[in-house]
């Protein structure tokens, strides 16, 4: 198997251990990282064995694909620069600040044939994937992803940051459109919306509420599904899913309860995404999350967003008529 040429932009918190992992993958070679902060990026090349660079066009004459994973607002400049270089990227979620910038996105990998893929890591959680084989018509999900609070992802609110997880994988695993989106939100600590919560009712009677808040004393990242003689429930952080089947008694008129929990802890969720990148980037496939999932979940992330802000735009003008 050829050695597949790849580097890394962005070497801050999430773009080092991309760094790492691509650097200990058999047949690929980690040439270089890119960082506007030149000291940040020798120390991660350092590490990493590769060279280090604060120039983005050197790197794409070197690299055949390249993580992308700086802060949103420079997510379609520089995804747009590596796929006209003929590159094939993996985009940090979420995908871009805008649907007009991730229409141009797509429409720029598929004019250079060009493997576009979305990080949104939870899709390769372990017990995500394991309970896929386990769905059939979901009727309602619950999902709580809540964090203490870190400086971090703070350049995006809370929607943009936590809940577009659960966003994509819901809308993966409801075959219907939505019909109604129901919001509140509101900024805590950040300028942004810091804790939120929305109710997204698809055309097929299915419901998905879905809460996040990233100031909270605790973390959670669960989600709960419930389909007609099933629950399951999926715990994010320990890579653990729990199916929940009631079976007939022949002892007795009502079922029992078969109750199945799998535990994948020892599985490394950023190394299955970036395995499953470099193997598309090698059989020229679709990547599991597309620039289309990317965009998907990021059309109704920016929806629940407009909500909100709207929301606490009337809450504020009815405030100032009652004073």
């Known amino acids: 198997m050829s050695t597949l040429k790849v580097g890394v932009i962005g070497v801050g918190y999430l773009g080092r251990f991309h760094a790492q992992k691509y650097q200990a993958m058999e047949d690929v070679d980690l040439v270089a990282v890119v960082d506007t902060d030149y000291s940040t990026a020798q120390r991660v090349a350092e590490e990493c064995q590769c060279d280090a660079l604060n120039d983005i066009d050197t790197l794409l004459t070197k690299v055949d694909a390249v993580s992308i994973v700086v802060p949103t607002s420079f997510h379609h400049q520089v995804a747009k620069q590596c796929l006209q270089a003929g590159i094939d990227v993996l985009v940090e979620k979420p995908f871009t600040v805008t649907l007009e910038e991730a229409d141009e996105l797509i429409a720029l990998a598929a004019e250079n044939k060009r493997v576009l893929q979305v990080g949104h890591l939870e899709r390769f959680n372990p017990a995500v994937i394991a309970m896929q084989p386990l769905l059939n018509n979901p009727l309602f999900i619950e999902a709580h992803r809540i964090s203490v609070f870190k400086d971090r992802g703070t350049d995006v609110d809370v929607v943009l940051d936590l809940m577009i997880h659960d966003i994509d994988i ?143 735009k009337k809450v504020s003008e009815s405030l100032g008529n009652a004073i």
């Open 170 to 312: 819901i809308l993966s695993v409801v075959n219907a459109p939505i019909e109604t989106i129901h919001t509140v939100g509101s900024p805590v600590i950040t300028k942004t919306t810091d804790i939120a919560n929305a109710r997204i009712i698809f055309a097929n009677g299915c419901t998905a509420n879905v809460t996040v808040s990233r100031i909270s004393l605790d973390n959670m990242r669960r989600m709960r599904i419930f389909q007609p003689g099933r629950y399951m429930s999926v715990d994010f952080g320990k890579k653990e899913v729990m199916s929940v089947e009631l079976k007939d008694n022949a002892q007795s008129p009502f079922p029992l309860p078969d109750i199945k929990k799998h535990g994948f802890s020892e599985q490394d969720i950023l190394e299955l995404e970036l395995t499953d990148f470099i193997k598309h980037v090698r059989q020229r496939t679709r990547p599991l999350v597309s620039g289309e999932e990317g965009r998907r979940a990021l059309e109704v992330a920016l929806e629940v967003v407009k909500q909100i802000t709207e929301n606490r």
